[in-house]
């Protein structure tokens, strides 16, 4: 059997090959390393890129599953994966730990006016009167109750803030002090100090926050998106953040990436940018690699994996 991986990964190489010492790992630094010997007789696929498309998935015949080394999924050919009948497995859970942390800096980042010090040390003004606020007592609401979320809930609970979500159900979820049904979001949104959007990309999520949705929240209302750009139109977000529906935005995920020197989104003052960082992590791949390990596993035995299977017609 072979497997080819999309990415060079460093410790991991030797991880995986002397945990299956009898199967052929292929290791290649990028998609335009993989030749069509590489491709032909690979059965799975592991890795992440942004380049891996049908086309490139279309030259290989014997493919049975790709384990995708990160969370979303939703540039890859679902379709045709499920056409072909070719498992795939994502990295959900691996980015929990620092996405988590990444939310908390900032939201401590804002309520602690440090953007602020920093302007004042950069103009060399000393205010010894400057007053942050505290996060004890505010709501937080996760749009999603993954493990993104569901770490995050934990850090918020260890703060004394209040935990809202939203999940397709409202089933009630860990560390969540209420969780509601999507469908009830325009209903639960006036009750946050702090949004959070961590949902995946779906046809469900697709501009999720409009208008609508922005303005039943507080003014006062923090919004953080390092779930999918694609919850609101950057056209509509410029909006909610120059009309006041919103004090704030950090946003680490956009509808367009990468984000272009003339994106209207660097002239809007209140919104901090990052460019798409809040995953990434020196370790990805080795934990990626061990969720791998443990499915495949599995796979050699039964053809099928134990965690992290993603629903094709769902998207995640």
Excluded: C
């Excluded at 953007?115 to 010894?128: E, G, H, M, T, V």
């Excluded at 159900?169 to 949004?195: Q, S």
């Excluded at 609508?212 to 507080?218: I, L, P, T």
């Excluded at 901090?272 to 050699?300: P, V, W």
């Amino acid at each position: 059997m072979k497997v080819l991986s999309l990415n060079r990964l460093k410790d991991a190489e030797k991880l995986l090959e002397d945990t299956f010492p009898d199967v052929e790992f292929v290791f290649r630094k990028n998609v335009e390393e993989i030749d069509e010997a590489d491709k032909k007789d690979a059965e799975i696929v592991i890795g992440y890129s942004g380049k891996a498309d049908q086309a490139f998935f279309e030259g290989m015949p014997k493919l049975r599953w790709v384990a995708w080394y990160a969370a979303g999924v939703n540039n890859l050919p679902l379709d045709y994966f499920k056409e072909k009948d070719i498992l795939l497995t994502n990295a959900s859970g691996v980015h929990a730990k620092q996405m988590s942390q990444f939310i908390f800096a900032y939201i401590l980042d804002d309520y602690k006016k440090m953007a602020i010090s920093r302007r004042n040390q950069d103009q060399k003004i000393y205010d010894s009167k400057l007053t942050g606020e505290r996060v004890d007592g505010q709501t937080i609401l996760m749009l999603g109750t993954g493990t993104i979320p569901q770490a995050t809930a934990h850090l918020a609970q260890a703060f004394g803030m209040t935990v809202e979500g939203v999940n397709t159900t409202g089933h009630p979820v860990k560390d969540f002090d209420h969780v509601y049904p999507i469908k009830d979001l325009d209903e639960v949104l006036p009750n946050a100090d702090i949004v959070v959007n961590v949902l995946p990309s779906t046809a469900d999520t697709y501009h999720l926050l409009g208008d609508k949705e922005f303005k039943a929240m507080k003014d006062s209302a923090l919004f953080i998106n390092v779930g999918r750009g694609t919850i609101t139109s950057e056209q509509t977000l410029i909006e909610a953040l120059k009309n006041h529906q919103i004090r704030h935005a950090y946003a680490d995920v956009f509808e367009n990436e990468p984000l272009t020197s003339d994106s209207p989104l660097y002239d809007v003052e209140n919104i901090t940018i990052t460019a798409h960082i809040t995953g990434n992590y020196r370790e990805n791949f080795k934990d990626a690699s061990n969720i791998f390990i443990k499915n495949f596993k599995h796979f050699l035995n039964n053809g099928d994996v134990v965690e992290n299977k993603v629903d094709l017609d769902k998207g995640y």
